[in-house]
Structures are given as structure tokens and as C-alpha cells.
T-cell receptor, first 113, second 117 residues
Framework: GNSVTQMEGPVTLSEEAFLTINCTYTATGYPSLFWYVQYPGEGLQLLLKATKADDKGSNKGFEATYRKETTSFHLEKGSVQVSDSAVYFCALSTTDSWGKLQFGAGTQVVVTP | GAVVSQHPSRVICKSGTSVKIECRSLDFQATTMFWYRQFPKKSLMLMATSNEGSKATYEQGVEKDKFLINHASLTLSTLTVTSAHPEDSSFYIC?????????????FGPGTRLTVL
């Protein structure tokens, strides 16, 4: 079956620090990979995505590269802000599960001034 | 982007009562919607797939008689928690994929916080 494993949090950082959240996956078929973000009290929002190997998704200074050889999709941001404090979810869907998302456990990120 | 709404945003009810949660796609049609449950500081667990014009399909371990799903139109799905008990207290989230997207992007509602006393 499909599964997503991401690093446990919380991750606490100072403003302007470098952020990495590791995500690895196992999947049947050819997965599309996603990072979703959930700000306090809000619903999930798509942060970025990649649909095939070596694709790089990017948005709001965040980046993640679809690495098929290591089955990974690590999220990175070079300089975080307090407003980046949120829970980040790695997720995948496969061609044979249209629309269904398999989520990782989520990683809480806390950025302090 | 596409917008998905949920109503109510939070509800408190007594044990034994039923609660209905609505999920609407505001600016697109959704033949399929998904219902998730999120426990505190935990990930989202897919409960069921709501299909317009047909029965919902439930994930393993989810009681279909407990969580009734009706996809009444191309823009509305409802989740009814029947005879709610305190263990049903949770954050319920719906999502809808937009058609024609090759990467299966989904848009999520803001969630409904259910508290059963």
C-alpha cells in the first residue's frame, strides 16, 4: 500500500533560519507528491506539488524536489519567517487512486522572532 | 483557486444526538468529495469518498451507519454523525478535487470542530 513518512516535530527555529522537513514515501504506481500547510485555526492549503520524477515544486520561498531514486520529497526554505509557523503535511496520490490523498503525520513548525 | 466551504465551523452537541456537517464547492462542480477526520496533533484520516448520485465508499474501519454521507448535488456533500458520542469529537474536514487536473489537486474546506458532551 501507499504510505508517507515525515519527520516528527515540533521543529522550533529562529526567524531567518533554514528549514528542512524530511518526507519519504512508498507507493504503487506513479505518485504525485504534495506539501500542504495548515495554519493555526485554518484548513489545509496546497503549498506545492510535483507530478513526476525530478520535478521541483516551489511556492512562497518553499521548495521540494521529487526524488524517485530515494523516494523522497523533502521540503526546504532558506529563510523562515514567524508567519511560516504552521503544521506541514506531506502527501501523495497515485494514478490508481484518483483524488485520494495519503498523508504523512504532519510536522509542526514554530518560528520564533 | 477553487473554494470549498463547510458549515458549521464548530458544533457542540449532547451525546446521543445527530449532527449534520455540510461541505460545498462554491465555484466549481465536484462529482467526488472526500471526508477526513483529524485528531489533535495527528494527521488526517480519510473516512470516505462521497460520490454524486451514488453511494459513498467508506475506508476500512469506518462505520457507514455511524457516519452517513449524502452527495445531494454537484456542489454539496453532507456528513451526518448519528447518535454521537464523546469519542466522535474531532475535527472533520472535507475536500474536493477539481476535474480536469492531471495532478489531482484537492481543495480543502476549513473544517468543522465537533464536540460531543
Amino acid at each position: 500500500g501507499n504510505s508517507v513518512t515525515q519527520m516528527e516535530g515540533p521543529v522550533t527555529l529562529s526567524e531567518e533560519a533554514f528549514l528542512t522537513i524530511n518526507c519519504t514515501y512508498t507507493a504503487t504506481g506513479y505518485p504525485s507528491l504534495f506539501w500542504y500547510v495548515q495554519y493555526p485555526g485554518e484548513g489545509l492549503q496546497l503549498l506545492l506539488k510535483a507530478t513526476k520524477a525530478d520535478d521541483k515544486g516551489s511556492n512562497k520561498g518553499f521548495e521540494a524536489t521529487y526524488r524517485k531514486e530515494t523516494t523522497s520529497f523533502h521540503l526546504e526554505k532558506g529563510s523562515v519567517q514567524v508567519s511560516d509557523s504552521a503544521v506541514y503535511f506531506c502527501a501523495l496520490s497515485t494514478t490508481d487512486s484518483w483524488g485520494k490523498l495519503q498523508f504523512g503525520a504532519g510536522t509542526q513548525v514554530v518560528v520564533t522572532p | 483557486g477553487a473554494v470549498v466551504s463547510q458549515h458549521p465551523s464548530r458544533v457542540i452537541c449532547k451525546s446521543g444526538t445527530s449532527v449534520k456537517i455540510e461541505c460545498r464547492s462554491l465555484d466549481f462542480q465536484a462529482t467526488t468529495m472526500f471526508w477526513y477526520r483529524q485528531f489533535p496533533k495527528k494527521s488526517l484520516m480519510l473516512m470516505a469518498t462521497s460520490n454524486e448520485g451514488s453511494k459513498a465508499t467508506y475506508e476500512q474501519g469506518v462505520e457507514k451507519d455511524k457516519f452517513l454521507i449524502n452527495h445531494a448535488s454537484l456542489t454539496l456533500s453532507t456528513l451526518t454523525v448519528t447518535s454521537a458520542h464523546p469519542e466522535d469529537s474531532s475535527f472533520y474536514i472535507c475536500s474536493a478535487p477539481t476535474s480536469g487536473r492531471i495532478y489531482n489537486e484537492q481543495f480543502f474546506g476549513p473544517g468543522t470542530r465537533l464536540t460531543v458532551l
